[in-house]
DNA sequence: CGCGACGTTGATTTGCCTCAACGATTGTGG
DNA sequence: CCACAATCGTTGAGGCAAATCAACGTCGCG
């Protein structure tokens, strides 16, 4: 049921079967539609979701009623509002599913008591967050010193999959431009590669 | 001699004093000139550095000669190239100082013993690079979708003292504008709060 | 003293946005 | 299952934010 789970454990850690019976016992497997909310923003964000089907986006909304997508959460990613989840604050960013998703959550709760049973998970835990730190730091001088020309190429070459499967919109709304210049940076793409 | 280092760790985590002993063995302090090179693009940074005085900057250098600081260090920030540092592969990003600065240095070699010794530093860490995570997704966002005005005005609130004591040059460099655009900001600013 | 880095200012250009109109696709209620 | 609405992507016109290029004063430093 959680193969998918503890093989992305297994890429950084060695579990017993004992101690992934104790991991078992607290995740839950959880299902959402296309477009459902799976974290507002103000809310807590009571769970960490590693999807196994679908995809989650993670956002952030801002007054004007535009949004931001932060990053995207498909087959084998991890999503939660971090700062929410471990200090237990409201969260600023929101959660939304892009399709229909299956996720398997774990609650905060029972993970900060995961962590005394188990403390290499801490281990785990701490190379994730030290891989995603470093990919944002790319990702924001990416955004600091580059065209969105370059970042949608960019986006295109390393995730390929998710450039068809992800609305225009959504990926505009991740490369932090407009759908219409978006559109406008495809074009020219087509035109300057025949 | 490393107050301020255990006072920072001790922020998360109890240390006892042999706990503290352990790893002060594995500690140096190290000092750097002004404008000096602590880390070049292309090495491997092979140590983690606490400054306790002056200023360091991380930054990113790009093919044109131009630079992206991502991060400016001073008193009680914590410094490295944390992909280059953890995995041992050449780093992508620079180090050097804004200042002539002192800087408590421990070895990646070093560190992996540690995390062996006194599992506990894993959550120290894990607990730090979740912060930074959670910081650098909030950065990402403000670049993606504010003004450079907006980013500024947030820089001088945030940071007020780097404000003052960091140039302008490193400053834009940060915000991700050029220096040229930045003096246009500041006037700006001056005259609409006069 | 004189040179080079820094910051300022102005003129011009460019990247990206806004607004608006239009097909095409999706989805939904009757 | 169809009809209609809503959302999406494209295209064009015009505007603003930020870059580029260039000139100049100032300051720190050899």
Redesign the interface.
């Known amino acids: 049921m959680y193969e998918l789970f503890f093989q992305n454990i297994a890429k950084h850690l060695q579990l017993s079967a004992i101690e992934e019976g104790q991991i078992s016992g607290k995740l839950s497997l959880k299902t959402f539609a296309k477009n459902e909310v799976v974290l507002a923003a103000g809310e807590r964000c009571k769970e960490l979701y590693f999807v196994t089907k679908g995809c989650l986006r993670l956002f952030?909304s801002?007054e004007n009623g535009?949004e931001?997508n932060?990053?995207f959460c498909p087959e084998n990613w991890w999503a939660s509002d971090?700062?929410s989840f471990?200090r237990g604050v409201p969260s600023?960013?929101s959660i939304a599913a892009l399709e229909a998703t299956e996720a398997i959550s774990i609650k905060a709760n029972d993970l900060e008591d995961l962590?005394i049973q188990i403390?290499?998970l801490?281990?785990f835990?701490?190379?994730l967050?030290?891989?995603?730190?470093?990919l944002?730091?790319?990702?924001?001088?990416l955004?600091?010193?580059t065209s969105a020309e370059l970042r949608y190429e960019l986006f295109t070459k390393q995730y390929p999959s998710l450039s068809n499967r992800i609305s225009q919109k959504h990926i505009a709304a991740y490369?932090?431009v407009t759908p219409v210049f978006l559109s406008i940076l495809r074009k020219r793409r087509v035109r300057s590669s025949a």
Chains 1, 2 share one sequence.
């Open positions: 952030q801002h535009e931001t932060i990053l971090v700062m471990s600023s960013n962590y403390p290499k801490e281990r835990f701490r190379i967050y030290q891989n995603g730190f470093s944002y730091q790319r990702r924001l001088t955004a600091l010193s490369l932090g």
